[in-house]
């Protein structure tokens, strides 16, 4: 079984970087690694179009490097998403749309193995993870399930207002707020910035430490980070590449009409 880089790093106490992707073609993976400065990349499955394929070759090309990756699933299918990708060697697990400590519960369990001590209800499969054959149903097999990091979207109203019941579901690693949905939720949608939001982020961040629970942050910039270290977060997940593609297609685009404009 595969080291996880990302589990490494929660165990030892050390802060991580990651970054989202939404294209799976192996190359952008790939420039990632190569750039020997991220701990791990999310691909984000809940926005982007994928098939079972392309989850495998992403796994192979994060296998090239020093790195883990995370995948962000939606809140249906969750059981079937979670397990196919681990499967396919995407080791972590970020779910989206948590609204209760049913829900919590639910996650957990989707990604911990099924035994008497573990609790969970992944079986076992031929798949990626495991080489197919190799470690089928092993205890090497139930330990990585272990260590996957489950990681949940705290972006409901319901969920902040169960937030110190949901946070004790055992076996959350990581919480990640989300403005977006939290606003919409709230009647406020677009809103990601009112009070009553931002209250609610720091909220969730102060309640996920004191229950040793690692809260991440997404930032578009390094600018962005202070306010949330700040605050205690270690963790973040930075960029996209579709907004990055955008940004220059916007900017780069704009200043060429200028210039042929007075020619």
């Not at 998403?81 to 995407?90: D, E, K, M, N, Y």
């Not at 193995?113 to 097999?141: K, N, Q």
Request: proline content about 4%.
């Amino acid at each position: 079984m595969r080291r996880n880089r990302l589990r490494e790093l929660l165990k030892a106490g050390s802060p991580s970087v990651g970054t989202h992707l939404h294209n799976t073609w192996p190359a952008v993976s790939e420039l990632v690694g190569q750039s020997g400065v991220f701990d791990y990349v999310e691909f984000v499955g809940e926005y982007a179009p994928y098939d079972l394929y392309a989850l495998e070759n992403l796994g192979r090309a994060v296998n090239l490097f020093d790195m883990s990756a995370m995948m962000k699933i939606e809140q249906e299918p969750r059981t079937y998403l979670a397990i196919r990708a681990i499967g396919s060697g995407i080791q972590n697990v970020l779910f989206a749309d948590v609204r209760s400590v049913a829900d919590a519960q639910a996650c957990v369990r989707a990604v911990r193995a099924e035994t008497p001590d573990t609790g969970g209800i992944h079986g076992v499969g031929m798949r990626r993870d495991v080489g197919y054959v190799l470690e089928c149903g092993s205890p090497a097999f139930v330990q990585a399930l272990e260590d996957a990091v489950v990681a949940l979207m705290i972006e409901k109203a319901s969920a902040i207002e169960n937030l110190d019941a949901l946070l004790s579901v055992k076996g959350i690693d990581m919480v990640q707020f989300g403005p977006a949905d939290y606003s919409m939720s709230l009647g406020l949608p677009g809103q990601f910035s009112h009070p009553r939001v931002k209250d609610a982020e720091r909220v969730m961040i102060e309640t996920a430490l004191k229950k040793g629970i690692a809260p991440r942050a997404e930032v578009s910039s390094p600018a962005q980070a202070k306010y949330y270290t700040d605050l205690g977060v270690r963790h973040f997940c930075i960029g996209s590449d579709m907004s990055i593609l955008y940004d220059w297609f916007k900017t780069n685009g704009s200043e060429m009409k200028k210039i042929l404009a007075k020619v």
